[in-house]
Each structure stands twice: as structure tokens, then as C-alpha cells.
């Protein structure tokens, strides 16, 4: 009686856990951007330490100078996961300003969003920290990544 017990929870709570996967993912797809009033002060602290670690004075102000065309090129990102496990992503290169398009695959595998770019070897994979209706909380967990270890981002409207 008891195995039977025993048997019957863990496929209850396997069951209970895929639902919250299925769940997840639902939620994952749509169109998302960053959350600039969360994410400039990131940024901006990223800047800071990146300009305190030059020596050279003029890369700083160089740096300063570009501060607004790369805060406006990080809002205007988006990323769109579609239900069909396809992806799409949209940005701006902060120093030319030119569009630049990529596509790909992605799929939700214990907590990771995984992303894998059309005719790239490699995927990249972060963890999903938080969800709701609204805002995605995403973390990178990889060491040699990007230094942004947390990113916010709110569904496009």
C-alpha cells in the first residue's frame, strides 16, 4: 500500500511539475523589451566602471559622449519567441545605428530559456528567474558571458 501511495504522489507531483513548465512557456512567448527603468541604472553602472577602469581621458569623454545613443539603442531592442519554438530579435548597433536582425530557435528546458541562432553552433541558454503577464526576469548564470547578469524586460505592447 504504501509503494502504491508512494507511486501515485510522484506522479502527481510530476505531473503538477509539468504543468508549470507548459505554463511557463505559454507565458514566454510574444514580443519582450528591456525594462529601461530597470535596466539604466544597470547600464549605467556598467558604464561607469567600464570608463573608471581607462586611463585614457579621452576614451572616457568619447565614452560619455555615446552614453544616450547606446541607452537609446538598448531600449529599442526586442525579442519575439514564438509558439512555433522559432524566434526573432531586433537591435541596434549603438555605434552605427544600423538594424540588426537575427533568428532562431528556442525552447524552455528545466527553468532555462534556450536560444540557438540560425546557422550558429553553439546555444545560449539563461535561466528564468520570474514570470508574469507583464515582466521577465532573466539571469545569466554563464561566467564568460554577457556582464549583465540580470535582464528585465516587459512584453511590447
Known amino acids: 500500500m504504501k509503494i502504491k501511495t508512494c507511486l501515485l504522489l510522484f506522479g502527481l507531483i510530476l505531473f503538477t511539475s509539468l504543468q508549470v513548465a507548459t505554463a511557463q512557456k505559454a507565458q514566454i512567448v510574444g514580443k519582450w523589451n528591456p525594462d529601461m527603468e530597470v535596466m539604466k541604472p544597470i547600464l ?3 558604464i561607469e566602471k567600464e570608463m573608471g577602469n581607462s586611463d585614457d581621458e579621452a576614451q572616457k569623454e568619447m ?3 555615446m552614453i544616450d545613443m547606446m541607452m537609446q539603442s538598448f531600449s529599442e531592442m526586442s525579442m519575439e519567441f514564438k509558439a512555433d519554438g522559432t ?7 549603438p555605434m552605427t545605428q544600423e538594424e540588426e536582425n537575427k533568428t532562431g530557435t528556442w525552447s ?3 527553468g532555462y530559456i534556450i536560444t540557438k541562432e540560425d546557422d550558429a553552433e ?9 514570470i508574469t503577464a507583464d515582466k521577465m526576469v532573466l539571469f545569466n548564470d554563464d561566467e564568460e558571458g554577457s556582464p549583465i547578469k540580470e535582464f528585465v524586460m516587459k512584453r511590447a505592447k
Not at 87 to 93: D, F, G, L, Q, R
Not at 125 to 130: A, T
Open 87 to 93: 524566434y526573432a530579435s531586433s537591435s541596434k548597433n
Open 108 to 110: 524552455f528546458e528545466d
Open 44 to 46: 549605467m553602472e556598467l
Open 122 to 130: 553553439d546555444e545560449d541558454k539563461v535561466l528564468l528567474k520570474e
Open 63 to 65: 565614452m560619455k559622449g
